[in-house]
């Protein structure tokens, strides 16, 4: 018994062509090395004509051609016919197809993508409340990286049917600040006082100008926005650095801030409430227990 496996096991050995299948491994492996020596040589070549997106596709395209080229000589030095693995090769996409429609979905998906590019590498995008960086393009999935360094992973499927916010699309972005002043202030001398901060501020454009608007009269104020325009990147030092300038202006104009109020109504047929200003020396006797009174 033992014998017979092993003389079987020996007649297997001796018929497989060991020679062409170490020269397919090979060839397939130099296809891998070449595919990627290139890819990074003519993405360094490229590097400073294209994008980062480009520059990644780019290197993607010349590597898979170069290893499909050699993974088709493998298999032809392999002993398989190319069109015997053609057919195959198309029976069992179809086949993978139904089996994962998820991932056939994801690959069209990319490939609309790619034709439309809506974002590139490098953009910051916002997708179903997750902002991030785009870091990576994949045939599946995008990734992106959080402001808080969270790397998350969305399918290509999602962005096809999610609305997708690009915010690095364009060079200049807008900063719509909105603040309230009391009824009792100057609505002209605050947008003037407004706009002369904008002209002061170093990450502000002077074009297209910055405005002030009033938005409407709320319980206690006057609602205003004051909308200033800085580049893409000063965005969050433009934003941060106005906010503290226009605390730092109203504060040292006296101009007041108000606050939501609470009122306590008892009723119209109820006593008003008395009221009593007691001075510091008084407020304080008044914190003392009465110890006499109570003896």
Not at 72 to 88: I, N, Y
Not at 215 to 241: C, I, N, Y
Not at 264 to 270: E, L
Request: charged share 20%; with cysteine; aromatic share 8%.
């Amino acid at each position: 018994m033992f014998d017979s496996i092993q003389q079987t096991i020996a007649e297997i050995a001796n018929g497989i062509a060991w020679g062409q299948w170490f020269s397919a491994a090979f060839l397939m492996l130099l296809g891998a090395v070449l595919g990627t020596l290139l890819a990074r040589s003519l993405g360094r070549l490229v590097g400073d004509r294209v994008s980062r997106h480009h520059q990644v596709m780019i290197r993607r395209l010349c590597f898979y051609l170069v290893f499909v080229l050699f993974a088709v000589a493998a298999l032809r030095e392999a002993g398989f016919s190319l069109e015997v693995v053609l057919g195959a090769a198309g029976i069992l996409t179809v086949a993978i197809g139904f089996a994962s429609q998820t991932s056939a979905s994801n690959i069209i998906s990319g490939l609309f993508l790619v034709m439309e590019k809506p974002f590139e590498i490098g953009d910051v995008i916002d997708v179903d409340a997750t902002i991030g960086e785009v870091v990576a393009i994949d045939l599946l999935s995008v990734k992106l990286r959080t402001p808080d360094n969270l790397y998350v992973r969305i399918p290509n499927e999602t962005l096809i049917k999610t609305r997708v916010v690009n915010r690095s699309r364009f060079p200049i972005r807008r900063i719509d600040l909105t603040l309230g002043i009391a009824y009792a202030e100057d609505v002209e001398r605050v947008s003037e006082l407004l706009l002369e901060l904008a002209e002061e501020n170093a990450a502000c454009l002077e074009e297209p100008k910055a405005f002030v608007q009033v938005t409407g009269f709320g319980a206690s104020s006057v609602d205003l926005q004051f909308s200033l325009w800085v580049p893409k990147d000063r965005f969050l030092e433009g934003r941060s650095s106005m906010m503290i300038a226009v605390k730092k202006m109203l504060d040292s104009h006296g101009i007041e801030i108000p606050f939501p109020h609470t009122s306590i109504y008892a009723g119209s047929h109820s006593e008003p409430f008395r009221v009593q200003l007691l001075a510091p020396e008084q407020h304080k006797n008044k914190g003392v227990p009465d110890v006499d009174k109570h003896d």
